[in-house]
């Protein structure tokens, strides 16, 4: 019986093909998770969902109402800002710059095109353009004509205002509704790779006037928030736009103003930045970065360049005070399709990189290989309910169906939460190609969520555990999810009975399963 066991799972890696043993779990369709986008349209806001197959291609599925509004504007990027949609845990974050709120949705674990609104509140400021999540707090930022930053605890209910966190930086900047930037804007609000301080990026003019950082250091417990900022200045910045956290005390800054990117380190308890610099790039093959987004398994960052649309892959080392930055290769996006913001997806150990475009609402896909190689694998085009006639996508986030995000825990994110659970996700960047001369067609995108909270309407799981296996039993009220695991460990049945091996068998079957499991690492 246990070999037989072990000749599913080696049919199941086949089919899948799955590597470093990461367990994946389908919808009936076929479908491992989902990209979100928003259509930002003026009459309804919209999450815009694109199912992920097992090869990383996008299919466009659905648009649900977050019941807030967008912005009318015909600007290429009608935000000017990094992370206006955010997934952590299995939830989905969304800004709504015209009506001044915050759109909170649950994800159903099992099938991530399905979305439950949980809550809509008020924002503090006008303009909502950035949200930064954690396991205890979502925090958002507004850039209008009042500016600040609003946090809330959440859990299934939905969001709750903490009100001491509350924020007013309209002394710092102020702008138009929608704004006219990039100059003079705020970019993106972020937490710092300890949870213990609120990071806020600021865009100048130019160098002469240049933009900065604010920090807003949190007690120990994370229970007080700074009331003023400690405002820093990287050397030679300009317009700091996104922000993409480097290690446990680094950041990437994209920084179109310099055409180039800002790398630094940064205390989370005093606000101070140290070893800042900017690197430039061949503004021939790019231009305007203003994006970035981190390829856990290729190790590389991923900035966008919007005035040329490409991507510029980058390897960073930090621990370099005189070469940090190391430009592996410059990849260009289609002109007719152009490039804004970006998040990459991890499924069985290799990275997919989705880049929302500046027109006719596309997406495009690329699979990320090795450093300085991707391929291209197509642009999706999105049909929302509401667009508008203003084709303007804004912020991008996804959800991949794993097995954690089916393991229930004790919930960690509020203090009102009972049975709901997270899990940290990684953010990551990827970058795509397709090349003809010396460069290659790329996009890159900024996270991707692992997440673990179970509610009560999704997924049960219960599990039992031998010797050598582990065994689920997976129940969905909606839609049936089968498990394609790379893993020697776990398989997934409706339900399994345990019984006692021959030490031998399971030898056996230990050997049969970590040789294929070696394979598939070793085959790529």
């Known amino acids: 019986m246990m070999l037989l066991v072990s000749l599913k799972i080696v049919f199941l890696l086949i089919l899948s093909k799955n590597i470093e043993c990461q367990t994946l779990y389908p919808t009936s369709a076929g479908y491992v998770g989902a990209v979100y986008t928003m259509s930002n349209g003026a009459a309804m806001n919209q999450i815009l969902i694109h199912s992920i197959t097992l090869n990383g291609q996008l299919v466009m599925y659905n648009a649900v ?50 979305l439950t609104l949980l809550s809509v509140q008020p924002t503090n400021g006008i303009f909502p353009i950035s949200v930064t999540v954690n396991a205890m707090y979502v925090c958002v930022l507004t850039g209008g004509t009042i500016t600040g930053i609003r946090c809330f605890t959440y859990n299934a209910s939905g969001l709750f205002v903490v009100s001491s966190f509350d924020r007013n930086l309209t002394s710092y900047i102020s702008t138009t509704v929608p704004p006219t930037g990039p100059a003079r804007t705020l970019s993106q609000i972020l937490f710092s790779a300890d949870n213990l301080a ?20 949190m007690s120990s ?59 430039g790039v061949n503004t021939t093959l790019a231009s305007a970065l203003c994006w970035s987004t981190y390829s856990p398994n290729i190790g590389n960052y991923y900035a966008i360049g919007a005035g040329t649309p490409s991507i510029v892959e980058l390897n960073l080392n930090l621990t370099s005070a005189s070469n940090p930055v190391q430009i592996v290769q410059y990849y260009q996006v289609p002109n007719n399709i152009g490039a804004l913001e970006a998040t990459v997806v991890s499924l069985a150990g ?32 999105s049909q929302p309910g509401d667009t508008t006639n203003i084709p303007k ?132």
């Open 65 to 114: 109402n977050t019941t807030g509004t967008g912005v009318n504007t015909t600007t290429a990027d009608p935000l000017f800002s990094q992370g206006s949609l955010m997934v952590y845990s299995n939830y989905l974050f969304a800004v709504n710059p015209g009506s001044n709120s915050l759109s909170m949705f649950m994800i159903n674990q099992s099938d991530a095109t399905q």
């Open 198 to 217: 609120l990071i806020v990026s600021v865009k100048g003019i130019n160098v002469t006037t240049p933009g900065y950082l604010l920090f807003y250091p």
């Open 221 to 279: 417990n994370t229970s007080v928030l700074a009331s003023n900022a400690v405002q820093m200045t990287p050397t030679n910045a300009a317009q700091p736009f996104s922000m993409t956290l480097v290690g446990t005390n680094g950041l990437l800054v994209t920084d179109p103003g310099t055409n180039g990117v800002l790398t630094m380190t940064y205390s989370s308890t005093t606000g101070m930045i140290n070893n800042s610099m900017l690197t």
């Open 350 to 381: 290799k990275d997919y990189l989705y880049v929302i475009g500046t027109t006719a609402y596309g997406i495009r896909s690329y699979q990320l290989n090795a450093a300085g190689n991707v391929t291209a694998l197509g642009t999706v085009i």
């Open 393 to 524: 996508l804004a912020g991008i986030a996804a959800f991949v169906q794993t097995q954690s995000s089916l393991t229930s825990t004790t919930s960690t994110t509020s203090t009102t939460s009972t049975t709901s659970t997270t899990s940290t996700t990684s953010t990551t960047s990827t970058t795509s190609t397709t090349s003809t001369t010396s460069t290659t067609s790329v996009s890159t995108t900024s996270t991707t969520s692992v997440s673990t909270t179970s509610t009560t309407s999704t997924t049960s799981v219960s599990t039992t555990s031998t010797a050598s296996t582990t065994t689920s039993a997976l129940t969905a009220s909606t839609t049936t999810t089968t498990a394609i695991t790379a893993t020697v460990t776990t398989t997934t049945t409706a339900t399994t009975s345990t019984t006692s091996k021959s030490s031998a068998e399971m030898l056996i079957t230990s050997v049969i399963t970590i040789m294929v499991c070696m394979a598939f690492i070793f085959s790529g």
